[in-house]
């Protein structure tokens, strides 16, 4: 399937968001997703263990042919985040295109330079493209806090409120 739908730059937690709920396959067939070598990295990192996100970083892992990964010099250096985050506000920064994360430090710090978004935004394309119900937007949202032990986090509680008002 062409990707037709806009092109988003995913770091690990979105990754591990998407996976873990079973959506990262629908978000490849329908979005352009790139990231970086420091994101691999990570995954490779919680792949070596035989827990939940080791399970889930191998299954994305084995998806790697179906998004773009790219290096970044950092040039720009945001001084309270990671230095993968910092180069993958850097990429974003660079390609102009939106990151995607659940990260609120990164969001925080990124926003006034960047366009980012929280994971459940992929919730919300889909219901406004047709791929999704809201219903299974929302079952979807529900499973992702309790997978995430979001609890009734801001990220969760924002996404509930916009899909619901959809």
């Known amino acids: 399937m062409a990707k037709s739908f806009g092109s988003y730059i995913l770091d690990t937690s979105a990754f591990i968001s998407l996976e873990s709920i079973g959506f990262l396959s629908k978000v490849l067939q329908v979005f352009s997703v790139t990231t970086t070598n420091s994101v691999i990295k990570e995954l490779e990192a919680f792949a070596k263990h035989d827990d939940t996100y080791g399970k889930i970083a191998k299954e994305i892992l084995k998806r790697i042919s179906e998004f773009t990964v790219e290096s970044c010099e950092i040039t720009e250096s945001i001084k309270y ?10 990429l974003a920064l660079k390609k102009n295109i939106p990151l995607i994360t659940d990260e609120t430090k990164l969001v925080h710090h990124a926003r006034e330079k960047i366009e980012v978004y929280f994971t459940p ?3 919300v394309l889909s219901i ?6 809201k219903k299974e937007a929302l ?11 979001w609890g009734n986090n801001i990220i ?3 996404f509930k409120d916009q899909i619901e008002k959809l």
Request: hydrophobic share 35%; aromatic share 10%; proline share 3%.
């Open 139 to 149: 079952d979807k949202l529900e499973n992702l806090k309790n997978r995430r032990n």
């Open 121 to 123: 935004v992929f919730l």
């Open 128 to 133: 406004e493209m047709k791929q999704i119900s």
């Open 156 to 158: 969760y509680l924002v």
């Open 81 to 90: 985040i990671e230095p993968t985050d910092n180069e993958l506000y850097n």
